[in-house]
């Protein structure tokens, strides 16, 4: 099982700044990963797929790059609405698909 | 506009049953494997189980294998778990999710919760 590790846990930044959020595979998962944001109550919503490919609706604001092992989401000038957490996941090699634990991004 | 609806979930004693479903529209569904995810009250996200569009190949998380079973009805468009001997441990709540280009999840239900609880 490939193990998804996300860092740091939480990240506190300031409206209009940028946020690096990374995310760090147990093996080479290619290009095959995908971020997602989720805010309270709400279901996960894919961002990022293929490590760097927005998903429809994704603002450019949001940029995905890495491969092999290392990949990082990076938020360029914060908006209210993007405070949440932000999960990887994996799918090169599943069963299982695996997510990573996620990281907070809150208001500093 | 694609769209997850899920019903089912509630409170069930450790040992019991449940079934969740999830009725999907605006994409032809038959053409497109689907996923269950659960969240635990940790936050985690864990993937329980995924299906072809034709429902012919089932995948299982090894948690759940032998307890779970997920199926689908093209004809009515809905996905379904059927989830057996529940522990405690599989509180949670449980989202559907439809595949995207490649395997990730491009479209979710708005979650149903499990709690497994005597």
Redesign the interface.
């Known amino acids: 099982e490939i193990v998804m590790t996300q860092s740091p846990a939480t990240v506190s930044v300031s409206p209009g700044e940028r946020a690096t959020l990374s995310c760090r595979a147990s093996q080479s998962v290619s290009s ?1 990963l ?1 971020w ?1 944001q989720q805010k309270p109550g709400q ?4 961002l990022i ?2 490590a760097s490919t927005r ?1 429809t609706g994704t603002p450019a604001r949001f940029s995905g790059s890495g491969s092999g092992t290392e990949f990082t989401l990076t938020i360029s000038s914060l908006q209210s609405e993007d405070f949440a ?1 932000y ?1 990887c ?1 994996q ?1 090169i090699n ?6 990573g ?2 990281t907070k991004v809150e208001i500093k | 506009e694609v769209q997850l609806l899920q019903s089912g979930g509630g409170l069930v004693q450790p040992g019991g049953s449940l079934r969740l479903s999830c009725a999907a529209s605006g994409f032809t569904f038959s053409n497109y494997a689907m ?1 269950w ?1 659960r969240q635990t009250p940790e ?5 329980v189980s ?1 299906i072809s569009g034709s429902g012919g190949h089932t ?4 948690s759940v294998k032998g307890r779970f079973t997920i199926s689908r009805d093209n004809s009515k468009n809905t996905l379904y778990l059927q989830m057996n001997s529940l522990k405690t441990e599989d509180t949670a709540v449980y ?1 559907c999710a439809k595949e ?12 149903a919760l499990v709690t497994v609880s005597s």
């Open positions: 095959n995908a997602y279901a996960p919503r894919l797929y293929g998903a957490v999960y996941q799918y599943w069963p299982p698909f695996t997510f634990g996620g | 996923v995810v936050r985690a996200l864990q993937w995924a995948y299982y998380a090894d989202y995207g280009l490649e395997w990730e999840f491009s479209n979710w239900g708005q979650g």
